[in-house]
T-cell receptor, first 115, second 114 residues
Framework: KQEVTQIPAALSVPEGENLVLNCSFTDSAIYNLQWFRQDPGKGLTSLLLIQSSQREQTSGRLNASLDKSSGRSTLYIAASQPGDSATYLCAVLWDSGGSNYKLTFGKGTLLTVNP | NAGVTQTPKFRILKIGQSMTLQCAQDMNHNYMYWYRQDPGMGLKLIYYSVGAGITDKGEVPNGYNVSRSTTEDFPLRLELAAPSQTSVYFC?????????????FGPGTRLTVL
């Protein structure tokens, strides 16, 4: 069974700080890992997707890394802004058996960036 | 493209009532999914579909039914609503099922069962 854990559960930082969000997963046989952003009362927005053969992906101030063998991923946010305040969710796509591909989510990290 | 759309945005049901949550996508995606998100929890998969006419159970299917008569639509049916089904429901779609499976999410339906 795949379990995804995100640490910390909540993080509060001053504007301009660089920060790292952590995600770990128990079964390293994954196909990809996705980082999502969720604003209060809203749906999920995909930020970055890292395929199992990749080590990292970058988009603007965001950089996500993947170490499949150790079951870890990090999301690095540079020069944080108040607009980055949201819940960040990590999810892994894996084969739950019989070619059933499932996306398992962590519980998320609630990020607050203070002006 | 509108992406993934869901209706209604909010709904209050009484125990024992039934309703259908609508989901549609205009990206010609083969794969569609229904998730529920409870407060402070990650999303859990209810049902998914790999194409028109094909559906399968996810992690928490009890109390729900789905159908997929077209590529675009994937409605979720709640029969005999119970307070345990109070949650936010998200529909998602993707083109491929693995490797580069990027799932796109709708805005969600917030359901309360009283």
């Amino acid at each position: 069974k795949q379990e995804v854990t995100q640490i910390p559960a909540a993080l509060s930082v001053p504007e301009g700080e660089n920060l790292v969000l952590n995600c770990s997963f128990t079964d390293s046989a994954i196909y990809n890992l996705q980082w999502f952003r969720q604003d209060p009362g809203k749906g999920l927005t995909s930020l970055l997707l890292i395929q199992s053969s990749q080590r990292e992906q970058t988009s603007g101030r965001l950089n996500a890394s993947l170490d499949k063998s150790s079951g870890r991923s990090t999301l690095y946010i540079a020069a944080s802004q108040p607009g980055d305040s949201a819940t960040y969710l990590c999810a892994v796509l894996w084969d739950s058996g019989g070619s059933n591909y499932k996306l398992t989510f962590g519980k998320g990290t609630l990020l607050t960036v203070n002006p | 493209n509108a992406g993934v759309t869901q209706t209604p945005k909010f709904r209050i049901l009484k125990i024992g009532q039934s309703m259908t949550l609508q989901c549609a996508q205009d990206m010609n995606h083969n794969y569609m999914y229904w998730y529920r998100q409870d407060p402070g929890m990650g999303l859990k998969l209810i049902y998914y579909s790999v194409g028109a006419g094909i559906t399968d159970k996810g992690e928490v299917p009890n109390g729900y039914n789905v159908s997929r008569s077209t590529t675009e639509d994937f409605p979720l049916r709640l029969e005999l609503a119970a307070p345990s089904q109070t949650s936010v429901y998200f529909c998602a779609s993707s083109y491929e099922d693995r490797s580069y499976n990027e799932q796109f999410f709708g805005p969600g339906t917030r359901l309360t069962v009283l």
